[in-house]
C-alpha cells in the first residue's frame, strides 16, 4: 500500500455532506458529532480518506459553499471542538481528513466582503472583482453566472459591479491581489495547523479572471457540452475563454503546494470547464509543484457509459493528459447519482462498482453510493437547492442526490430524530445500512469487497494503464505495477459476451 506523504496515490476518497450524513440534536440537519459517530462505517468500507463537504460558518445560501467564517464550525454543525474530535476519530481509523476549501469567492456576509463593498478606497475594496459599468450602464462583460443570469451584479453604495460566478450571494475574490493570495494560504495554514489532512478545492479553475475583462466569444452550438451546467443554461453558450481558467492560476497553485508540502497534506482539486480539461489537469497535477489530484466531469455527465466512451476518455487523457493524476467518481453532490443517470441496477451497479475501483488514478465515491441509492424525485415546494429553483422543471438542481443517508429501518432512516431539512425517499429506507450489512450479497459489501481488491493489488492503486480497449460491450484494459499485472475485463451490458457472463468484470493476475 502507498504509504507516507503518498497516501493519496490511488486512494479511496469517501465524500460526506454534512448536512445529510447524521444527525445527532434533532434538528434534522446532520453535524460533525454525527459524522464522528459514523466513521466505523467509512472505515468498514475500506476508505483511505474523507472528504468533509464544507462546514464552515455560512449564511447557507448555496449549503455552505457561501463561507462567511473560514476559520469557524457553522454552529448548525457543531463547534470546532467538535471538529478536532472528528479528526482524532478518523485518524485513530486510520482515516486521512480532507476538507472543502472554497477559495474562489466567499459569501456576501463576510467580512471581507461588508468591508470591500463599503467604498472605493477602504483597504480590502480590491479583495473582491470590481468594475466599472460600460458607457450605457450594462456590465462590464458579457460574463455569465453558472446559476444563471449575468455574473456581474449592481452595488449602488460603490457605484460598480462586482463579479460572481455562482450566486449573487457568492462574490468573487480578487486572486490578482497578493494579499488575497496571502490571506486564503493563511486559510489552508489554520486547517493544517489544526491537523487535517489535505483538501477538496471547490472550483480550482475558477480563482483568476481576465484582468483585462475582455468578453467571452460565443461557442457554436456543435461544440456546447453540458456536462458542468445543464443544456438549458445558457452559459454553454459562451466560450469560457476570460471568466476562468487563466494561466495567472499556476504560480498560485505552486504557493499552496508548498504550503501543503510543509504538512505532508494532499488535495483534490475541482475542474469545471468543458473546454480545457484535459489540458487543465495535466497542468494542475503533472509532476510534484502543483496539486496531487484533481476531478474532471467525464464520468459524473449525464453522457452513458459504455464501453467505448470509457474507452475514450482514457485515450483522450493519454494524449491530452498523460502526466496528470485524475481522481474519478461516478457520483457527487452536484450530479445525478449515477444508477439513476445511467439506470443501473443490481448487478449493473455492481460492474460500475468494481470498474471505477481498477481504474488510473484516485476514486472519490459519494455517501449513499456503497447502498446504491437512486436520485430521489423531490417536489418543488421541497427543494432548497437555488439552482434547482432556478431552472426547473427542466433541470431540478441537486438536492435528489442531497437527501439523507439511511442508516435503518425507522421513518428517517435513523437520519434524525426530526423532520430532516430534504425529505427521506421510502425507496432509500429499504436500502439502509444495517440492513445490506445483515444481507450477505448485498451492494454495500460488494462494494467493502471492491475497494478491498483494489487495496490489495499495488497495480490495481498506482500501476499503470494499458491496452485499453472496447469491443462492442466488453471493455479491456491491464494495469501493471513492475512485475505484476492485473488483466481487466468488463462486459457492461445485460447480455453475454463471449465468455463473459451480464455485467460481469473479471479482474485476473498476469
Ligand atoms: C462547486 C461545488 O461542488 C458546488 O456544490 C458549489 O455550488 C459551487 N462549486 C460553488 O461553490
Redesign the pocket.
Known sequence: MTQGSDWWKGAVIYQIYPRSYQDTTGDGVGDLPGITRRLDHVADLGADAIWV?PFFRSPMK??G??VSDYRDVDPMFGTISDFDALVARAHDLGLKVLIDL?L??TSDQHPWFAESRASRDNARADWYVWADPKPDGTAPTNWLS?FGGPAWQWDARREQYYLH??LTA?PDLNFHNPDVQQALLDVARFWLERGVDGFRL??INFYFHDAQLRDNPPLPPAERRSDTAPAVNPYNHQSHRFDKSQPENLPFLEQLRALMDQYGAAAVG?I?DSERALELLEEYTAGSKRMHMSYVFDFLSGEDLGASRVAEVFEALEAEAPNAWPCWAFS???VVRHVSRWNLWDQAARAYATLLMCLRGSVCLYQGEELALPEADIAFEDLRDP?GIEFWPEFKG?DGCRTPMVWDGSATGGFTDGKPWLPVPPEHIARNVEAMAAEQGSILHHYRQAVALRKAHPALRTGSIHEMRADGSVLHFVREDGDARVTIDANLSDAPAGALAPWEVRVTEG
Open positions: 463537504s448555496d449549503y459553499y457561501d472554497v474562489s469567492h453558472i460566478n455562482f457568492q471547490d472550483t475541482e469545471g457527487n453532490h452536484d439552482y441537486r
